[in-house]
């Protein structure tokens, strides 16, 4: 279910939690290539410094580097109603959403850049690599490389982002109707933190 808004507020109760994610990537995104079969960071894994194996090979992140933190995400993408051709379309304007730790404490938030800032007010800005539909029902898993950081604290080292797990989030099917409207469209998702990798690995090797 869509709500219409212009004034930018308003809040959109409607979502599909996946079996199996991003700016001017974090958003929709038709292009990305579909993938048979459900996939899912489980608990299990996501408690581990070993990642997930991706549904994709390229999402996978480069090596010499790190799982480092995993962040799940609670909120919305933003779309607004705008001149596209000959007429209107829904168009990707950001994500708005609460960071969590995996045990369900707030971590930060995500926002527009694609930015993702913890609680220390260390921040990362990300940029599309690559994507891929998992489901069609929700917004595609990406890979994300860091272009820019502020501060010293959690994000400081982030080299690589995966979002994985999503749920919800696409861009409406109906309802552009005038120029302005915003639509703003429930979403989860989980996020992979990566850092570069200095020295020998900890631990035993990832299968």
């Not at 990406?142 to 994985?164: E, N, W």
Request: hydrophobic residues 40%; glycine residues 12%.
């Amino acid at each position: 279910m869509m709500i219409r808004d212009r004034s930018g507020s308003g809040w959109i109760v409607a979502m599909t939690v996946l079996a199996g994610v991003f700016a001017g990537g974090c958003g929709d995104d038709p292009t990305s290539p579909p993938l048979e079969g459900a996939w899912a960071v489980s608990g299990a894994v996501r408690s581990q410094t070993c990642p997930p194996a991706p549904p994709a090979p390229a999402l996978a992140v480069p090596s010499g580097n790190r799982l480092a933190f995993t962040l799940d995400a609670e909120g919305v993408q933003i779309y607004q109603c705008l001149a596209s051709g000959a007429g209107l379309a829904w168009t990707f304007q950001a994500p708005e959403a609460t960071l969590l730790n995996p045990g369900g404490q707030t971590a930060g938030r995500h926002f527009a850049g694609p930015t993702w800032q913890t609680n220390d007010q260390s921040s990362v800005v990300g940029a599309r690599v690559a994507g891929a539909t998992v489901d069609p029902s929700a917004i595609p898993w990406l890979l994300l490389s860091a272009v820019t950081h502020d501060g010293s604290g959690r994000m400081a080292k982030v080299s690589f982002i995966q979002r994985f797990d999503t749920a919800g989030g696409l861009a409406p099917t109906t309802g552009c109707d005038a120029a302005g409207t915003v639509a703003r469209i429930d979403y989860r998702a989980t996020y992979l933190f990566y850092e570069p990798e200095h020295g020998a690995p900890q631990g035993p090797p990832c299968p």
